[in-house]
């Protein structure tokens, strides 16, 4: 099994510039949600959906917008890149209980 | 706010060596898990508590949730240089009766020297 599968591994991006992370997952899990993760400041929530059409803000969202058309996707979109997006960034499921998360293995991100 | 609260920050041992790692709060949650991390992947769960005063075992690993169900901790026995990774706690709050949404600690990050 897959599990969540998060694409691209790492990717350089230039000021202003936009771009799409990918995350997909296989589990039929109806939440789904996007992390990032900066040194010594743990894992902040930046969106999350609870099923495919439903999406909401985290304690981070300003600079990303998500979509969730099917309960497979959950891409995450960053427009107009800035510095301070440079971040680890992970996507996670779960069946909402109380099982945990399934995490994918991360998108490293740089804005130059 | 940091709801809650990962100590210590650092940890640095020999192979073979107890430890223990802390996790609190002020705020009551329905279940806690803790997570450990490896470099260049995401957190993997290692196990879920849910009842005030609980204790489970999973090999070395020795977890204990708060009567109160604020804190919790992580005890590992006999540490080995497989251990090494960040370890997060995580607390679900009730929200509408779903536990759907986590709260994570910043971690502690051990190393386990051979």
């Known amino acids: 099994n897959a599990g969540v599968t998060q694409t691209p591994k790492f990717r350089i991006l230039k000021i202003g510039q936009s771009m799409t992370l990918q995350c997909t997952q296989d589990?039929?899990?109806?939440?789904m949600y996007w992390y990032r993760q900066d040194p010594g400041m743990g894992l902040k929530l930046i969106y999350y959906?609870?099923?495919?059409?439903?999406?909401d803000k985290g304690e981070v969202p300003n600079g990303y917008n998500v979509s969730r058309s099917t309960t497979e996707d959950f891409p995450l979109r960053l427009e107009l890149a800035a510095p301070s997006q440079t971040s680890v960034y992970f996507c996670?499921?779960?069946?909402?209980?109380?099982?945990?998360?399934?995490f994918g293995s991360g998108t490293r991100l740089t804005v130059v | 706010t940091q709801l809650l609260e990962q100590s210590p920050q650092f940890l640095s041992i020999q192979e073979g060596e107890n430890l223990t790692v802390y996790c609190n709060s002020s705020s009551v949650f329905s279940s806690l898990q803790w997570y450990r991390q490896e470099p260049g992947e995401g957190p993997v769960l290692l196990v879920t508590v849910v009842t005030g005063g609980e204790v489970k075992k999973l090999k070395r690993l020795t977890f204990q949730f708060g009567d109160a169900r604020k804190d919790s901790s992580l005890h590992i026995t006999a540490a080995q240089p497989g251990d090494t990774g960040l370890y997060l706690c995580a607390g679900a709050r009730e929200s509408g009766g779903s536990n759907y949404k986590l709260t994570f600690g910043k971690g502690t990050l051990l190393t386990v020297n051979p």
């Open positions: 996670a499921s779960s069946t909402g209980g109380k099982g945990g998360y399934t």
């Open positions: 589990m039929n899990h109806n939440y």
């Open positions: 959906s609870v099923g495919a059409g439903i999406t």
